[in-house]
């Protein structure tokens, strides 16, 4: 009995050993898997069986036979580069004594070859692997007399759909290619009177206003009476302009009749002399009160009330400001009213001193209204000579004809100027720029694929940019809608596999 009971706790005890390796040996395997890269980065979803192991340096490990070659990129502190570590038996091979040879293929893209130098214990790739890590690898390597061949794929920042369903989501296509842009520059402005058509009306003589007609926003014409006044002053110079046509007609009446006299022999020379003498000495005292009457918008007359002078308008307009009451004693300096013709406006805009190279008198200029939808075509018709003490900056001005009245004085407006046109070769939408990542993106079509193609842009005119580097002429990408496509990727999980 005792026999029986000790044979059956061995085997108890044999069951469970066998458990635990058995468990043991499934944790082993699970973290063989789990094992990420140097670089920190998540690695696509694939079946384990696929993918090649990981290396020392986290990268992945192809083996033939008593060699091996760990590929990884590395990109801390440098652009991304091909690093590879050659192995043979298990331990680090001398880099110089392998030789390989890596081609990548990617979409709408003819296939990059890279070749290899010994650099400290790896292999340096000659050509930065720019992004998105997303291609086919294929890898040559001659290790100890013998050739080895592997092969790879990964995908990063790509998506697949049909053409029904970018149809179904609005999303169009458009071929990048060779496109004119038109250099601009964006500037916040203000929309100001018309300093050529706006006039300060002052009295220009002492009184008291008797009555004013108009007020601040009425429409006014040319000689339009705008207030009355009671002046003093002005009776006196009207009394003195009556005396002078009075004493102009009296010396006119004698000059005649001393001339007659003159020419019949009656009376001397002399005597017709000094009157033609008074006769002009009175017609200059007469032109001259008289023109400073019309100075005033008066007439010289002995009718009605001497005092009253009527304030009239300068010009066609709209009373935009009126500082002006019945009964207020003005002096003749005044500022009463200002009649502005808003017909047209000026729109001035500050401009800095990085930019005045670029902006002169002449250049196209579109207005846009900050409040709402409006917008009006100009030209720069002025560029202030001095730079702001205090803000460093000139004032360009545009005159902008506004013959609905919308463009009202002290409107903010933003004031985009051309400033010059280029063909550039190559150009995209700017509409169908995306950011993906750290990078500004269009989402290239390659068959039933959409994947990111990292940009370096350079100029724009607000419709179309220009594309220095990322994107050829002739292909297709993504351009109304592109953001259905960022939506997709992000649902996908752009992952960012070394």
Known sequence: MNKLTQAKSSWAVAMVIAVGALLGWAVLQKDKHQVGDEHGHAEH???AESKPPKGPHGGRLFKAGAHALEVTIFERGVPPEFRLYPYQNGKPMAPDQATVKLTLERLGRAPQVIQFKPQGDYLLGDAEVVEPHSFKVSIEAVQGGETHRFAYEQEEAR???SDAQLQQAEVALAVAGPARIQSQLSLLGEVRYNGDRTVQVVPRLAGLVEAVLVNAGDQVRKGQ???????????DQRAEGVAAQKRLALARTTHEREKKLWQDKISAEQDYLQA???????ELAEQNIRQKLAHLGIAATSHGNLTRFELRSPIDGIVTDKRITVGQSLSESEHVF????LSSVWVEAPVATKDLGTIRAGLP???????FEAQAAGTVTYVSALVGEHTRSATARVVLPNPKGLWRPGLPVHVEITSGEAEVPVAVQLDAIQTVRDWQVVFGRYGQHLEARPLELGRSDGRMVEVISGLSAGERYAS????????ELGKAGASHDH
Do not use: C, G, H, Y
């Open 225 to 235: 009476v705008l207030a009355v006044l009671s002046s003093p002053s002005l009776a």
């Open 45 to 47: 979803a694939e079946p």
């Open 159 to 161: 998506v697949t759909m």
């Open 365 to 371: 200029v579109k207005v846009k209204a900050s409040a």
């Open 276 to 282: 033609r003498a008074a006769w002009q000495e009175a």
């Open 338 to 341: 200002t009649v502005s013709d």
């Open 480 to 487: 109304k809608n592109s953001f259905v496509i960022k939506a």
